[in-house]
């Protein structure tokens, strides 16, 4: 079984040390060039005859998982959308909420009533922010949040409203940011400027070592 013997998060610069014990470095000595999201470099070494040290280096410290599959063998460091910020403007017409990812993300939106709100589910994405925001800006009363699955991975988010009121929501440019306006009919939402790039739902890096519905 391959099991990391140590996650270490260092900064100046940002980066992850994992080491691998039990094992032989047999991949490039030089550094491999990632540049996406946070990801700089990915650089390996044999630290120790019986342990090698991996170094992800990173623009800056963001949510991370090592896990071993000893199947294969491999140890997986992943790197999930992290759910960071919520922010609400209050417009004339509506009431603006744009909720921000450190990654492109989906989402799904649907309302509920008896009470009236509107739930908006994140795939693949972990909630980084307070369980509840009060706001009081037009239909808006709150905003609730969790980590509402871990497997599989998912954020919820439940604006609590003062009234049934219609709303629309996108995606930013990005994807980086769901932007829900409520108060406005769906029809009414305008295009946002440019293509929305491809789905990303996080990074994964793969090392092998070889033998050697509900509210939150």
């Known amino acids: 079984v391959i099991i990391p013997l140590a996650v270490v998060e260092l900064k100046n610069p940002d980066r ?5 014990p039990r094992a032989i ?9 990632i540049k996406e999201n946070s990801l700089l470099r990915l650089r390996g070494s044999q630290w120790k005859p019986d342990c090698v040290r991996i170094v992800v280096e990173l623009e800056k410290l963001i949510p991370y998982a090592v896990s071993a599959r000893p199947q294969l063998p491999e ?7 992290s759910v960071y910020k919520v922010t609400t403007v209050e417009k004339p017409d509506y009431v603006e909420v744009a909720v921000a990812a450190t990654n492109p993300v989906d989402f799904k939106a649907r309302k509920l009533h008896n ?8 795939p693949n ?21 969790s980590q509402f699955s871990r497997d599989p991975l998912a ?14 929501a996108t995606l930013s440019q990005t994807r980086q940011q769901v932007i829900i306006k409520v108060g406005i009919p769906p029809g009414k939402m305008e295009p946002l400027p440019g293509k929305p790039v491809a789905g990303f739902r996080g990074k994964d890096i793969v090392v092998d070592p070889g033998q050697g519905g509900k509210d939150p």
């Open 16 to 20: 992850l040390v994992i080491d691998i």
């Open 155 to 168: 954020t919820r988010l439940v604006i609590d409203l003062a009234k049934d009121v219609p709303f629309a």
């Open 125 to 145: 994405a972990l909630y980084a922010l307070p369980i509840l925001t009060d706001v009081h800006k037009g239909a808006v009363q709150r905003i609730r949040g």
């Open 25 to 33: 470095y047999a991949a490039t000595k030089e550094a491999i060039s």
């Open 115 to 122: 009470p009236d709100r509107i739930v908006v589910d994140i």
């Open 75 to 81: 140890v997986a460091i992943e790197f999930p959308s």
